[in-house]
């Protein structure tokens, strides 16, 4: 099953990150703008993760986190905070928190951290954490791409772009999209820097290029019938 995350912020903005490289990541993520709004949502919805805001009108993170444990103990949660104080990362760990970070923080090292406690939390999932095609496979946790069981010696973003396409296999992805998602929103560059790195893909993944289909006057899409 897919791993749900619930992302807790008063400001949208943070939300629609977290959601953005979350969801790139391959989870399910639902979002709560108030600690009261995460208490409902975890009443009713089992979530893997928690990733919450302390300053919120209506139910603070900290209060909001403790509700929610009384019915949910095991549940893990990392914090964010624009304050960054002692005081709030040693109350944090005392009631639960597995996590805190603090703001503004890298949008890959959040990514980085929810993993870490995904993996240990459920150690069997991480066994899971793959795509294999034939003689092709993606660890994503290590980030390796093998054929035929030999190693294949991809750039980082040669990988993240490989891995946004499969993660979003028979999905027709336009150039803007994949060059947002692989390269973030500050990408200021042009078409011909996806298309080099998809020229570079296809020519490492070699017999396994031909599942990368190019749409004249769209983008791409990695579709395993081809």
């Known amino acids: 099953m897919m791993t749900r995350i619930l992302v807790v912020d008063d400001e949208d903005k943070i ?3 977290i959601r953005k490289y979350a969801e ?3 989870f399910k993520v ?10 409902d949502r975890c009443a009713s919805t089992h979530y893997d993760l928690v990733v919450m805001d302390i300053m919120m009108p209506n139910l603070d993170g900290f209060s909001a986190c403790k509700e929610i444990k009384k019915a949910n103990p095991d549940i893990p949660f990392i914090l964010l905070s624009a304050l960054g104080e002692e005081y709030d990362k040693v109350h944090g760990f005392d009631i639960g928190v597995d996590d805190y970070v603090v703001k503004p923080f890298s949008s890959k090292e959040l990514m980085m951290r929810i ?3 995904l993996k240990r939390v459920h150690p069997a999932a991480a066994d899971t954490d793959s795509f294999i095609l034939d003689g092709m496979e993606i660890d994503y946790s290590a980030r390796i791409v093998s054929i035929d069981g030999q190693r294949v010696q991809l750039s980082p973003k040669e990988y993240d772009l490989l891995a946004y396409l499969v993660k979003n296999m028979g999905i027709a ?3 803007e999209q994949i060059l947002q998602s692989v390269w973030g929103y500050d990408f200021f560059g042009d078409d011909r820097t996806l298309d080099t ?5 296809r020519r490492n993944l070699g ?3 031909k599942y990368i289909v190019t749409l004249r006057g769209v983008g791409y ?4 019938e081809n």
């Not at 790195?197 to 893909?201: A, R």
């Open 24 to 26: 790139y990541e391959g």
């Open 173 to 175: 992805l336009t150039r």
């Open 221 to 224: 899409r990695f579709e395993k």
């Open 15 to 17: 939300r629609q990150m």
């Open 207 to 209: 017999d396994y290029s």
């Open 115 to 117: 993993h870490a406690i």
């Open 197 to 201: 790195h998809i020229k570079l893909l």
């Open 30 to 39: 639902d979002e709560a703008c108030d600690g009261l709004e995460a208490v």
